[in-house]
């Protein structure tokens, strides 16, 4: 009998171990905690000047400030430097407020780089919530040509 009431005991604590007990490492952790991040691999532009290709997205809530940061790779195919910066940025059908996000890069010649469009919740201005699309326009302009000017639009879409 005392054999059948030390399996049981040993059954039971089995049990608890794979349900998951909680642990220091765990304790206090929320899903919204932590970082999401989606990967999106979506071609943009590819021409005689750049190749602009949307490689992800991440969304970062830690306390009450939420942080999305779309990562673009972009290639400069020119003979002079150039530069990077968004506009009209909208999410899910709204425009959003252009001084919660920001994305400037210089790339050299014949170089590539990533570049970050940075969307960051601020007081009293609405944050998008990022449920159904992302639209923007791409500008780039050259350092040493003025007459240099040109912009793609970007559409994500979230499934």
């Not at 590819?46 to 997205?57: A, G, Q, S």
Request: hydrophobic share 40%; aromatic share 8%; with cysteine.
């Amino acid at each position: 009998m005392k054999n059948l009431h030390r399996f049981y005991l040993l059954f039971l604590v089995f049990i608890l171990f794979a349900c998951g007990v909680p642990s220091q490492s765990n304790l206090g952790k929320n899903e919204r905690d932590e970082d999401k991040e989606r990967e999106i691999r979506q071609l943009v532009a590819d021409n005689e000047h750049v190749k602009i290709t949307v490689l992800n997205m991440k969304k970062n809530k830690n306390q009450s400030k939420t942080t999305v940061t779309i990562t673009f790779d972009i290639l400069n195919k020119r003979k002079d430097a150039i530069i990077i910066s968004a506009q009209r940025l909208s999410v899910d059908e709204r425009m959003v407020d252009e001084t919660i996000y920001e994305m400037h890069q210089e790339i050299s010649p014949q170089k590539a780089a990533n570049a970050r469009l940075i969307i960051q919740q601020a007081d009293e201005i609405e944050f998008p919530e990022f449920k159904n699309d992302l639209e923007m326009e791409i500008h780039i302009s050259s350092k040493e040509d003025p007459s240099y000017f040109e912009k793609h639009p970007v559409k994500i879409i979230f499934s």
